[in-house]
């Protein structure tokens, strides 16, 4: 009594799996800090015109310069509500105060 001959092959229509991080601006990366877990995000200079104040030293930060955006997530639900209250940060003042 012969097998069947229709054994299952792997599926031909397999894709490559896509990454993610290549979709998305910038370098965002999760640090957990003591206050909780913080999406961290480096951001190229823009032509927005926007001025934001940097929390760790209360300077200007100009979008048209590289930034860093931190914001914290919402880590028990695995969404981030916290993007409304993302801060513009200095690189060099986030590293410093985070
Ligand atoms: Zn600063």
Redesign the pocket.
């Known amino acids: 009594m012969p097998r069947s001959s229709s054994s299952r092959r792997k599926n031909k229509w397999q894709r490559e799996p896509r990454d993610l991080s290549e979709t998305t601006a910038g370098m965002r990366t999760s640090r957990s800090l003591s206050d909780g877990t913080w999406s961290v995000q480096t951001v190229k200079g823009n032509d927005s015109g926007k001025v934001y104040v940097?929390?760790?030293?209360?300077?200007d930060?100009s979008a048209a310069s590289g930034h860093v955006v931190a914001w914290r997530q919402e880590a028990r639900h695995g969404i981030e509500i916290g993007v409304e209250s993302r801060r513009h940060?200095?690189p060099?003042?986030?590293d410093r105060f985070r």
């Open positions: 940097c929390p760790g030293c209360g300077r930060v940060w200095h060099r003042c986030f």
